[in-house]
Nanobody, 123 residues
Framework: EVHLVESGGALVQAGGSLRLSCATS????????VGWFRQAPGKEREGVAC????????YYADSVKGRFTISRDNAKHTVYLQMNSLKPEDTASYYC????????????????WGQGTQVTVSS
């Protein structure tokens, strides 16, 4: 059975940092790219960052470039999202997802999803 479990969400002040984790199991982790998405109330789910399998190529949305870093620990089958210089507009539920296709940006291009973790940034 496939599992993606996010953790690390919290309430944090603007300017602060958080590290989200996505622990995976039940699928061929080494063959999948993993992405982070977020969804705020009343808004569409948007891609934040993704990392390919193999060489670990990365993609970042313009809104987080330079502040967020995605990485993967292949020994632990876990993907991380380091979030620095957080802003109130980063407030959302954050989801990780896995795709057989590399560096995809749209939610419909992902095969497996986690349940999400809440990030709230206060001003």
């Amino acid at each position: 059975e496939v599992h993606l479990v996010e953790s690390g969400g919290a309430l944090v002040q603007a300017g602060g940092s958080l590290r989200l984790s996505c622990a995976t199991s039940g699928f061929s982790y080494d063959d999948y790219a993993v992405g982070w998405f977020r969804q705020a109330p009343g808004k569409e789910r948007e891609g934040v960052a993704c990392i390919s399998s193999g060489h670990g190529d990365t993609y970042y949305a313009d809104s987080v470039k330079g502040r967020f870093t995605i990485s993967r620990d292949n020994a632990k089958h876990t993907v991380y999202l380091q979030m620095n210089s957080l802003k109130p507009e980063d407030t959302a539920s954050y989801y990780c997802a896995a795709s057989r296709r590399p560096l995809r940006k749209r939610p419909d291009e992902y095969d497996y999803w986690g349940q999400g973790t809440q990030v709230t940034v206060s001003s």
